[in-house]
């Protein structure tokens, strides 16, 4: 993978700030589900950082987040800008983990506000690089959203086919959170095709699964909505 750490002059000093602004970018990420206004500090920080001293690595990655956490705060035009910017960088490096993850963010932004074409699109790209490099746990999220983008086109057959794609993925990972959603999503997929036997065998099963692991009401509707 080429690495543009290069554009910061060596040293001590160099190093301690390549640190600092992963450290912030890790900080943030952990906190997207939680407080995406935190997390947008952090990653505003890192790119402060980063444009006294260059690391265009970090740079991108800040850029990537910050466009997951503008999404989080329905901010989708100033997070389209933050996505595209971070995928041409991830380009230009040739860090195609990284280019992955900026075509998934994008997919999902635009699979958000209802534009399927660019959804799909993106999406497709994603799933192509995802499985280039053996990446199943993103390659199950990706088709997840794709089966969205179909579902929603009306395109049910080939929704259904990646949804189980995707559970199967799930299932192979012990991934119960995964399974759980996907077999929920399925459930729904079934109720639009009118199937409402395999809608509620599915349903059910994304209930019994959580019924095993937690007990608590809330922490199974974020599970089923959120994984």
Known sequence: MAEARGTMTDGGGAKDVRARVDSLNEAASSLLKTDDTQALELVRTAARLVDTHGYTSGLARAQLLEGRALVGQGDSDQARVCLERALAAFRAMGDLAE?????????????????????????????????????SATEAT?????????????????????LHQSLRLHREASNWPGEANLSCNIGVLYISMGQYPEALAHLMRAYALLQDKV?????????????
């Open 99 to 135: 280019q992955c993850a900026a075509l998934e963010s994008l997919g999902r932004l635009y699979l958000q506000i209802g534009e399927m074409p660019l959804a799909e699109q993106h999406l497709e790209v994603a799933l192509t690089l995802a499985r280039e490099q053996g990446d």
């Open 215 to 227: 007990q608590d009401e809330k922490t199974k509707g974020f599970v089923l909505l959120n994984s």
């Open 142 to 162: 990706v088709l997840n959203l794709l089966a969205g983008v179909y579902h929603r086109n009306g395109a049910y057959t080939r929704s259904l086919d990646y």
